[in-house]
């Protein structure tokens, strides 16, 4: 299976900014960690399928067939139509909003916080946007609303102290085990 040529999943990521409130360099980690990139790409025992793993029920929900989620276009679409939908679930917090688009938004209410089983997951990806939002997306320092109509910069949703706060929660989720 061959990953979209960078140019070309750029412009992907560019025009799906344009329909959604998040930022380019936080689809763009998301794809990245979910799909390397490959359209073709399938996980979960054949659940999740396309660049952003999109799962049957999130892609019915975006108004496509699950089995569109291999069209780059669609599959980005629906993914990004499912994070903004935990993005306002989750009152703009994208460390939840990401930790539901990974375990469940039931996970992430159970446990109050960053769901144990996708620290790492919204780690990886908060810390991957922000460097994509210093090299490929600079203009992601625009502001991202939040359901209660304030706005939070991308410096503030990658803020350094809140992912060394998850990384704790996450040690401290591992040493219940």
């Given at each position: 299976m061959t990953?979209?040529?960078d140019a070309l999943l750029e412009n992907l990521v560019r025009?799906?900014?344009?329909?959604s409130a998040l930022p380019a360099?936080?689809?763009h980690a998301v794809i990245e960690r979910e799909s390397r990139g490959i359209p073709a790409a399938v996980g979960d025992a054949g659940r999740a399928r396309g660049l952003m793993q999109v799962h049957p029920a999130a892609a019915?929900?975006?108004g496509y067939q699950h089995g569109e989620m291999h069209d780059p276009a669609k599959g980005v679409d629906a993914g990004a139509s499912y994070l903004d939908d935990q993005m306002v679930r989750f009152k703009g917090d994208?460390?939840?909003a990401l930790s539901a688009y990974n375990a469940g938004p039931g996970r992430t209410r159970r446990a109050g916080g960053v769901a144990p089983s996708a620290a790492e997951y919204v780690q990886s990806i908060l810390t991957r946007a922000a460097e994509?939002?210093?090299t490929k997306f600079p203009s992601d320092a625009e502001v991202l609303p939040d359901s209660a109509s304030e706005t939070m910069t991308l410096d503030q949703i990658l803020d350094q102290d809140r992912i060394a706060r998850i990384t704790k929660q996450i040690s401290a989720a591992v040493g219940r085990k």
């Amino acid at each position: 299976m061959t990953p979209l040529a960078d140019a070309l999943l750029e412009n992907l990521v560019r025009r799906q900014r344009s329909k959604s409130a998040l930022p380019a360099s936080l689809l763009h980690a998301v794809i990245e960690r979910e799909s390397r990139g490959i359209p073709a790409a399938v996980g979960d025992a054949g659940r999740a399928r396309g660049l952003m793993q999109v799962h049957p029920a999130a892609a019915a929900e975006a108004g496509y067939q699950h089995g569109e989620m291999h069209d780059p276009a669609k599959g980005v679409d629906a993914g990004a139509s499912y994070l903004d939908d935990q993005m306002v679930r989750f009152k703009g917090d994208p460390a939840l909003a990401l930790s539901a688009y990974n375990a469940g938004p039931g996970r992430t209410r159970r446990a109050g916080g960053v769901a144990p089983s996708a620290a790492e997951y919204v780690q990886s990806i908060l810390t991957r946007a922000a460097e994509l939002a210093n090299t490929k997306f600079p203009s992601d320092a625009e502001v991202l609303p939040d359901s209660a109509s304030e706005t939070m910069t991308l410096d503030q949703i990658l803020d350094q102290d809140r992912i060394a706060r998850i990384t704790k929660q996450i040690s401290a989720a591992v040493g219940r085990k």
